[in-house]
């Protein structure tokens, strides 16, 4: 279904050609919107995306359907359709956020790893030389959080699992690459 913003009113459109959960769905440049990843039936595919300034897509890490979690990342080109392998993640990670910053870097944020739970590590992903990078890590480890990107450039982390006891929401600051708790949402989701 299409959102129209101005009527705030749903309207059906054209159906996906596989059905899936899980996915991400992301405007291009070009003003066609890509829904990458997510899970239909009993397999899963990479399912964290993000646009880089420069109007090619990143997919990174996600969770393969029994292969474990993924570390691996490929680079989308929204011209020719064609996916090439970029480096990969320091961490195999699933259900974490990818966030687009002003400077073109995406930050990567949470999520799951098999055999360490929930993850609190983060990275920066630089488009320009293909190269992940470590960042600080959140104060807590998390995964199904929201990640949004504020009018000041700063990202916030919002709600996730664990439930009990809810994560404390944080704040990214990428010119100091660093995060503050910003306080809890009054119920866990």
């Not at 405007?27 to 890509?34: A, K, R, S």
């Not at 910053?101 to 293909?130: I, K, N």
């Amino acid at each position: 279904e299409l959102y129209d913003p101005r009527t705030g009113t749903w309207t059906n459109t054209g159906s996906l050609n596989t059905g899936r959960c899980f996915h991400t769905a992301t405007l291009l440049p070009n003003g066609m919107v890509l829904v990458a990843g997510g899970e239909s039936g009993p397999t899963a595919t990479p399912c964290a995306w993000t646009p880089p300034g420069n109007g090619v897509g990143l997919v990174a890490g996600g969770d393969s359907g029994g292969s474990g979690f993924l570390s691996s990342a490929e680079l989308y080109d929204p011209r020719t359709g064609a996916w090439i392998g970029t480096a990969s993640l320091s961490t195999g990670r699933s259900r974490h956020t990818a966030t687009l910053l002003r400077s073109g870097m995406v930050l990567v944020a949470g999520g799951e790893s098999e055999g360490s739970g929930f993850l609190s590590s983060a990275e920066l992903y630089d488009p320009r030389t293909g190269i992940w990078t470590n960042t600080p890590s959140l104060s807590t480890g998390r995964c199904d959080h929201t990640a949004t990107l504020l009018h000041n450039g700063m990202v916030l982390l919002a709600g996730g699992s664990p439930l009990s006891p809810a994560p404390a929401d944080e704040l990214y600051e990428p010119r100091t690459g660093t995060w503050a708790n910003t306080g809890t949402l009054n119920t866990g989701r």
